[in-house]
């Protein structure tokens, strides 16, 4: 049997990680014996503590692949967040909870739902097809929704995403909440990271119509904190917007305690975000209250006010 390539999107997060190692073990239960996990990018403070805490290895490193190779995607389905050579794979399966961005010559199994995290997806996944989910399996989920909701307080949130998280802290016998505030906290701290990898942490080019752009988003527990590198942030900022070339360069600040966020703006097209959100940049800067979700909250509005 051929080997199968399972990963999640570049600058992957935790539900793209735990989304390719819950991935690849139900399809290794379902026979797919060559199914194994990869990641396209490092692994931030947040996962690392989630991999740490249930003492699993992190998945091998992936920059491209061979034509011909067979590949699940989870968490994204956008060739420009993918693999190297994505356009010369077998895409088999694709599991995600993004708007659809890819096209194909050929049928393919895909599940997408409009739910707060893809592990939400694989939870019913492994139940439709009657797959055992160990403890280790359900923290992984578990991890996944708490990350990607913000502990179910993010707009994204679903009825299906509180119900699973509901479900799998039963086969974990523990306080779902107080493990999930210190694995959120744990992804705040960016004492370790240089301004460049801050900037590439969760960076996506989401083109706003005909404005290219990079929308990241870093979580923090004290927006001052961060605040205080807004110089040399700013910096970095102007060299990535001349490097690729964007319209519009966005950092979003999300205070994960008091659910606001705080945003540097840059580029030619920044008034977007002042037509978006009825606020006015002062020093390229502006508090986005009750702002918290990219996808929800973020990337639809700001594509309508560009």
Do not use: W
């Amino acid at each position: 049997m051929a080997k199968t390539y399972v990963f999640g999107h570049k600058s992957p997060d935790t539900d793209t990680i735990t989304s390719s190692i819950v991935m690849a073990n139900l399809e290794r239960q379902l026979g797919n014996t060559e199914a194994k996990a990869y990641r396209l990018g490092n692994l931030n403070k947040e996962t690392q503590y989630v991999l740490d805490y249930l003492g699993i290895q992190a998945p091998e490193l992936l920059e491209t692949i061979e034509d011909d190779a067979n590949v699940i995607l989870v968490d994204h389905n956008s060739p420009k967040e993918s693999v190297e050579n994505l356009e010369n794979a077998n895409i088999q399966k694709i599991v995600d909870h993004h708007k659809v961005a890819f096209n194909t010559s050929y049928p393919l199994y895909v599940r997408i739902e409009p739910v707060g995290c893809t592990q939400t997806i694989l939870y019913k996944l492994y139940k439709e097809n009657n797959v055992e989910i160990t403890p280790k399996i359900a923290f992984l989920m578990l991890s996944a929704i708490i990350s990607d909701t913000l502990l179910l307080k993010s707009p994204t949130t679903t009825p299906e995403d509180i119900q699973t998280v509901e479900e799998l802290n039963e086969l974990i016998e523990e306080d779902y909440q107080e493990y999930g505030l210190e694995m959120l906290k744990a992804g705040t701290d960016l004492s370790t990271f240089t301004i460049p990898e801050i900037l590439k942490l969760d960076a996506k080019q989401i083109d706003l119509k005909d404005k290219k752009s990079i929308i990241n988003q870093v979580n923090t527990a004290s927006i001052d904190d961060v605040m205080q590198m807004k110089e040399e942030l700013e910096d970095e900022i102007q060299k990535i917007i001349k490097e690729e070339e964007l319209d519009l360069f966005m950092l979003l600040i999300t205070d994960i305690i008091n659910s606001n966020s705080q945003v540097i703006v840059l580029g030619e097209h920044a008034d977007i975000v002042e037509k978006a959100y009825d606020v006015k940049l002062e020093d390229n800067t502006a508090l986005l209250e009750d702002v918290v979700s990219r996808k929800k909250q973020v990337v639809p509005i700001m594509t309508e006010k560009a």
